[in-house]
Every structure is written in structure tokens, then in C-alpha cells.
């Protein structure tokens, strides 16, 4: 077992797992066109619920707030479904609504003080099924990010589009891609977004560049690519260069020309019975993909949880290749919350 310890900073990110969002087809009311309730939940905890249900005239609403599981704020809210009066599609529903009613209430400690019968009956189903999906979330979709990079007093251009990128600089970066990652894989990607500098405006505007200790870009350019069949809803990407389009940072994704292997992915499902049979509690469990630089591969993430002593945080972790669902290893990380 490896044994590092992280700073305060990274384990904060560390300790908040993306939080999973998942929606019910429940009819907490009969609803004539359909009543769902969206939960979204982190480590087996709430964070919000929203239920709603369409009836002939009207919408009800619930939204319930928690801070760490704990409830914090219920509102309920009703709004009368407008509807067109006019030709063909008279009686048909606009999309609108306009508000009728709306309540608030307060955790008392132990309830929401909802003096009406009925509806607090309601709240209070719609509290027990949200906790029992909540027990039971797990990602079933992964996503990786890249940033952007903060210079300061200055503020980069945004790069939405290949053509924001001038000659020769785009056609080099482009070679390079293909080069490195394969025609086949090149196009899926498609440009995200991105930061182009403009020097002579950053280095009149940020007054301390020459303290950088590191090398500025010309362009920090964001690709992406979607395999939600997969469970990788996206993965973005970063390749940073050089004014004359030369790289300073590579791009996060393997050399797929090298290794065609490296450019498929096995389904999440896949490193979710790696991580199973390895050990790891699934509904604990922050998971996500991300680019193993020193091997050249992309690895699915999972790192739990397992004890919390003071300001003391302990994190089982588990690498699994993305590519071939492999256990590449656990290790265990400490850090100070």
C-alpha cells in the first residue's frame, strides 16, 4: 500500500464527492401527466429534493433543502397551467404557469411544522422515498474537466471554435493531434473552449508576469468527447502551446497512434465490478475518470472514505484501467480537512 499525504486544500475537493442526481417516476400525487421526484445526494446523504407532479390545471411543487443530510427548508408551491385559447391547439397547454400559492417552512429540530394534514402526510412520504433512493445512488455516469487558468489582472480571450485559432498555428495543432491520437479518434473530439493570449495586453495589464514561475501559454485549448453508452457522460481534455503552436503541455489523453488499444474504453459498469470485488463500498464512493500521465492510459478513480478522526481524513483509493478494466491497485491518502 502507498501512503501520502494530501494537502488541506486538494482534500476538501477530495472530501465532497460529486453529488448524484437521480429522478423517480413516483405518483407522490395523481398527476395526470406524470409526478416525479429528483433526488440528489452525496455519500448517501441529501442534498435537495424536488417533486413535482402536472395536473390538469395545475403544477405542485416541493423543494426540500439539507445541509450534510440534514433537512434544512421545505417549500411548496402551487401554479395554474396556462392554456391557449386560440386555434388548432386551443386547450392545448402553453408551457407557462402562473403562480398561485407558495409556502415555506423551517426545520424545527425534528419536523417541518406544516399545520395542514394532508400536505404534511405528503412531505413526509416524499422525505422516506427520497432518503430510500438516496441509500442506494451510485454514478452511473463519469466525467472528467479541465480548467482554465487565471492570469491575474488580465482576462483571456475565449476560444469557442478551431477558427478562433490563426494560421499556421491551428493547422500544426491539428497535425499534432492526429498524429498523436489517430484520425479515428481525432474526430470525435470536438473544441469545448478555451483561453488565447494576447502578450502585449498581458503583460501590460498584469504588472508581476516576470514573477511567473512558470511558462504562460499562447493558447490553453479544451477538447471533449462523449461516451455516455459507456457511463462517461464527457471527457474533457487539455493541450496548452506556444505562439507559433509549439506544445508547452501535452494533451490529457494517451498517445492512441502508439497504442490503438488505448483509444476504446470498457463500460463503467466494468471497473464498478473491479472496484466491488475489491472491496470498496460502491454508494461511498467519489468516481471518476481521469488521464494517468506516467503509463500513458485513462484510468477510472474511486476513492472512499473510511475514517474520520478529528481534522484527520483517510481515503481508501483504487485505480482501475479504462481501457481494459484491470485492477491497477489501491492505496490509501490522509489529509487534513
Not at 469557442?160 to 473530439?189: A, C, I, M, W
Request: charged content about 25%.
Amino acid at each position: 500500500m502507498k501512503l501520502a499525504f494530501v494537502l488541506a486544500a486538494v482534500i476538501q475537493t477530495i472530501a465532497q464527492a460529486d453529488p448524484v442526481v437521480s429522478t423517480l417516476d413516483l405518483d407522490w400525487r395523481p398527476a395526470c401527466d406524470g409526478a416525479t421526484i429528483e433526488v440528489t445526494s452525496e455519500q448517501k446523504k441529501l442534498l435537495s429534493v424536488h417533486a413535482i407532479a402536472f395536473q390538469s390545471d395545475l403544477v405542485a411543487e416541493w423543494t426540500i433543502h439539507f445541509i450534510v443530510g440534514r433537512p434544512v427548508s421545505a417549500e411548496y408551491r402551487e401554479s395554474i397551467r396556462d392554456k391557449t385559447s386560440e386555434g388548432a391547439k386551443a386547450g392545448g397547454y402553453t408551457g407557462h404557469a402562473w403562480l398561485k400559492t407558495i409556502q415555506t417552512w423551517g426545520w424545527s429540530g425534528d419536523h417541518f411544522p406544516v399545520e395542514d394534514v394532508a400536505r404534511n402526510k405528503e412531505l413526509a412520504d416524499i422525505l422516506i422515498k427520497a432518503q430510500a433512493k438516496a441509500e442506494h445512488l451510485v454514478a452511473d455516469q463519469v466525467k472528467k474537466e479541465a480548467g482554465y487558468f487565471d492570469l491575474g489582472d488580465y482576462i483571456p480571450r475565449k476560444a469557442s471554435s478551431l477558427d478562433d485559432v490563426p494560421e499556421p498555428v491551428r493547422t500544426r495543432l491539428v497535425n499534432h493531434l492526429k498524429q498523436r491520437l489517430g484520425e479515428r479518434f481525432y474526430s470525435t473530439l470536438h473544441l469545448a473552449g478555451g483561453q488565447i493570449v494576447d502578450f502585449d495586453e498581458f503583460h501590460r495589464r498584469e504588472v508581476i508576469w516576470r514573477d511567473y514561475k512558470w511558462e504562460v501559454f499562447a493558447y490553453n485549448l479544451l477538447f471533449q468527447f462523449r461516451l455516455p453508452e459507456k457511463g462517461i457522460e464527457y471527457y474533457t481534455a487539455g493541450i496548452r502551446l506556444r505562439s507559433d503552436g509549439s506544445v508547452i503541455e501535452e494533451i490529457d489523453l494517451p498517445d492512441i497512434a502508439k497504442h490503438p488499444e488505448h483509444g476504446d474504453f470498457v463500460p463503467l459498469s466494468t471497473a464498478k465490478q473491479a472496484a466491488a470485488a475489491a472491496g470498496f463500498d460502491l454508494s461511498r464512493c467519489q468516481i471518476e475518470i481521469d488521464y494517468r500521465r506516467k503509463d500513458d492510459r485513462c484510468v477510472y478513480f474511486f476513492r472512499q472514505l473510511t475514517r474520520h478522526e478529528g481534522v484527520l481524513l483517510h481515503f481508501n483509493c483504487l485505480e482501475v484501467d479504462a481501457h481494459t478494466g484491470k485492477n491497477l491497485g489501491s492505496y490509501l491518502i490522509e489529509g487534513i480537512e
